[in-house]
């Protein structure tokens, strides 16, 4: 589908970075006065903060969860805002939160995943802002349909919403997955390609879901050239109400980002970002590739405990011949070049027969 463009002003016109990576930190959820005012007061003197996040009315998945204090948030962000100097950005889902949220002077919004997903509610929070002069940043849909993304960016900048930004947070996993969101990068390159002038952000948090995946995450965004990253931070990690496991501390945060390495790179138009465009995509389908190949493995791992513990060879002829034959249908319909099918296919599962007689020379557990 062909996409109009997006009349948007630039990052700049609406936050003073100069010129490094936007980076918004700050507690999943807004809990309690101390909290905020502690977490938010530690990430300022860490000095590498231009906006502190908090969430407030929570979207949780089940039922009975934390969904966020609400109204009575708003002061101890107002307050913090006073305190730091520095801007809030916060979640809003609904027309009332948007109401709120101008009401109590917070600076940036952003919409959630599980509101983007739904054009009716992206509608209605536009039409709420049709005449209102501030910087909205539209998280991806949990799922991995870029067309809602798009849309819900068109219907904002319809509104009238010229500070507009996207937020990169990854998408559900149907399947068991290192991380808690995908990132599925080939998504946001797409949409930044379509809309180069769009800022966009990497969520490696919401993405990671643990601390330990935080830096890898944020580092990749990086090297994509990503303008800036939307991290959690809370005085208390381990206590959080919401994604414990994947906050840091605002000092631990600091020595993150430290620890990253910054780029400068630009897209446009000529012929040298072109080639780093394309040459981008290639290094994130080339990884995906291996990514598809470690779970392979996996599976294969547990294909061999099964036959181990049942006492089942490990090589069977007959499903050797079946794989190259599916897969040498498969990759020609693909267009895929047949020796290059067969070859890899004869590596894949020599590695494989490998790995079973690795497993099933070890006793059962
Ligand atoms: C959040 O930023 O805390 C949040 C709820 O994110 P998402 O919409 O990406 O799940
Ligand atoms: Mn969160």
Redesign the pocket.
């Known amino acids: 589908m062909s996409s109009a463009a997006l009349d948007i002003l630039p990052m700049s016109s609406w936050i003073d970075t100069d010129g490094k990576p936007l980076i918004i930190a700050g507690p999943?959820?807004a809990e309690t006065e101390e909290q905020v005012w502690e977490t938010a007061t530690q990430i300022k003197a860490g000095g590498y903060a231009h906006v502190i996040?908090a969430?407030v009315w929570?979207?949780r998945t089940r039922p009975g969860s934390f969904e966020g204090m609400g109204e009575a948030a708003l002061p101890w962000l107002q307050a913090v805002k006073k305190e730091t100097g520095l801007p809030i950005a916060i979640?809003v889902a609904t027309p009332q939160h948007v109401e709120l949220a101008l009401k109590y002077g917070i600076d940036i919004l952003?919409?959630?995943?599980?509101?983007?997903v739904n054009p009716f509610n992206v509608q209605d929070l536009a039409d709420s802002l049709v005449g209102v002069d501030v910087p909205v940043l539209i998280?991806?849909p949990?799922n991995p349909d870029l067309q809602l993304w798009i849309g819900a960016l068109e219907r904002m900048n319809r509104a009238g919403i010229k500070k507009l930004g996207a937020?990169h947070?990854?998408f559900s996993n149907a399947q068991e997955n290192k991380f808690r969101?995908s990132p599925m990068w080939q998504i946001a390159i797409e949409l930044k390609t379509q809309f180069p002038d769009l800022p966009m952000i990497g969520?490696p948090?919401?993405m990671a879901g643990k601390r330990a995946y935080l830096y890898e995450i944020a580092q990749r965004a990086l090297d994509l050239n990503y303008d800036g990253l939307?991290i959690?931070s809370h005085r208390d990690p381990d206590k959080a109400w919401?994604?414990a496991s994947q906050q840091l501390t605002p000092a631990a945060l600091g020595d993150m980002l430290h620890e990253l390495q910054i780029r400068k790179r630009s897209y446009g138009d000529d012929y040298q970002n072109q080639l780093e465009n394309i040459r981008a995509k290639i290094d994130n389908l080339d990884r995906e590739m291996l990514e598809t190949l470690a779970a392979r493995m996996s599976l294969v791992e547990k294909l061999a405990e099964y036959k181990r513990d049942n006492n089942v060879a490990a090589y069977q002829v007959d499903r050797f011949r079946q794989v190259l034959e599916t897969r040498s249908g498969w990759g020609k319909s693909l267009n895929l070049y047949d020796n290059l099918v067969d070859e890899m296919f004869k590596l894949i599962h020599m590695e494989s027969i490998r790995k079973q007689t690795e497993v099933m020379n070890n006793v059962s557990a």
């Open positions: 999943c959820s996040r969430g929570k979207p979640e952003w919409i959630g995943a599980r509101t983007t998280k991806n949990v937020i947070r990854g969101n969520d948090s919401h939307i959690e919401s994604d």
